[in-house]
């Protein structure tokens, strides 16, 4: 079998989508997602550019040979643009294969592990009341993990909390909006809401949340420590993780399970946190950190050191990796959880799929391939739009992490 063709497609059906489609002699096609938030055109022109034309004529069953000539090959290594785009290839290949093969994408990662992937999903409120009910509602649905967030008493806007009820997506059309942000509120107005979440909801349901790398390392440890008697899931992203060693001392303090990595782009990012057992989930992502062949990789190296997956899947990122993901979290042993942001409707459309949600699991379906389609007439309804995430600035105007 050859690659014959290979092109990149644009939508927005609600938020923009890079998707790969990659297609072969045998009329076989795979695809692939190359979103990258905020970033999109980059991956788009990246892959366009410099990565299609060495793909023609190349056998699709290579994955790991056109991974290495994609990462090594460009000499220039790593960063979520080059890996995006090498994650797009590399899971257009994986869907050829399956196809090929006549078997889910699962069957050839080590097959099925589990019957079915846990999954958390998002709840929030203005305040701790609206926030309980949402939570609520969330429950009555099925699950059985569930990621909050609430507004901070004195700061207008803050990460995971939507402007309507029901609705959280943070990147926005126009130029970037900016939020604001107050260490101290926020650090003081966590521990009553997970108080308040064990006292209405008791102890069965896993409680999440997501502190989107605000914290420095010492702040962090008082947090974790707060929150000991809650026990949550996780908390995530505590700090930035450019510095690897900032989680040796979230560690010493705190026996509060710590995830981390949506930004990561390879295991080189998480070796350190991985090799000290600094954290307890890595949470990188089939599309930003290179696709199946090398979050495989980090799977079975995070392995040794008790370190559970824990993938990010917001809706930023596509059906397509959606898909990919539950592939990969039915068949990898360490599997820890997965994230489950539901798209739009518009999106659904645009990308029919097999996977399905049941009571608080999910199945990725057991058609060849990843079982994930692109309808490529109604994705030309959807014209691309310049949309940014937010940026955080600190009372006094200094910018810091979003
Ligand atoms: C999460 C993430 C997202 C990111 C978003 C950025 O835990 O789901 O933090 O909400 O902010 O994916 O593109
Ligand atoms: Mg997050």
Not at 298 to 323: I, Q, R
């Amino acid at each position: 079998m050859k690659i014959t063709d290979a092109y990149v497609n644009i939508t927005s059906p609600g938020r923009n989508f890079v998707t790969l489609k990659i297609v072969t002699d045998e009329g076989i096609y795979g695809l692939g997602d190359g979103t990258l938030n905020g970033r999109e055109l980059a991956v788009a022109a990246y892959l366009t550019e410099h990565v299609i034309p060495c793909l023609i004529g190349r056998d699709p069953f290579q994955t790991e040979d056109i991974w290495q000539y994609l990462y090594r090959g460009a000499y220039w290594r790593r960063g979520p643009v080059t890996m995006s785009a090498i994650a797009a290839v590399d899971v257009a290949l994986w869907d050829i294969k399956g196809k090929a093969l006549q078997t889910p994408i699962y069957n050839l990662l080590g097959g099925r592990s589990r019957e079915s992937v846990m999954v958390y999903c998002h709840a929030f409120g203005k305040d701790v009341g609206a926030a309980l009910e949402d939570v609520a509602k969330h429950k009555e649905m099925g699950y059985r993990a569930i990621r909050v967030q609430s507004g901070v008493p004195g700061l207008k806007s803050t990460y995971g909390v939507g402007k309507v009820a029901g609705h959280y997506e943070p990147a926005e059309r126009g130029l970037p909006t900016e939020y604001e942000w107050e260490t101290e509120a926020y650090l003081r107005s966590v521990p009553p809401l997970f108080s308040k979440m064990r006292e209405t909801f008791g102890e069965e349901l896993h409680l999440l949340h997501d502190c989107h790398h605000r914290l420095t390392p010492i702040e962090a440890a008082r947090l974790g420590k707060e929150l000991e008697p809650f026990h949550l899931f996780w908390i995530e992203d505590p700090t930035p993780a450019e510095l690897q060693e900032g989680f040796r001392l979230i560690r010493q303090h705190t026996t509060t399970p710590l995830a981390v990595g949506e930004v990561f782009n390879s295991l080189w990012d998480a070796h350190e946190l991985i090799r000290n057992q600094w954290i307890d989930y890595v949470r990188a992502t089939v599309v930003h950190a290179g696709g199946l062949t090398h979050l495989k990789k980090l799977a079975d190296f995070a392995a040794l050191y008790h370190v559970k997956t824990g993938c990010h899947g917001a809706t930023d990122l596509s059906p397509v990796s959606m898909a990919a993901a539950l592939h990969f979290g039915l068949a990898v042993h360490n599997f820890g959880i997965q994230e489950h942001m539901p798209h739009s409707e518009e999106t659904d459309a645009v990308f029919p799929h097999q996977y399905s949600y049941q009571d608080g699991y999910m199945h990725p379906g057991d058609k060849p391939g990843l079982g994930v389609d692109l309808d490529e007439k109604l994705a030309a309804h959807y014209e691309y739009q310049r949309a940014y995430l937010p940026v955080n600035r600190k009372q006094d105007g200094t910018l810091t992490d979003w």
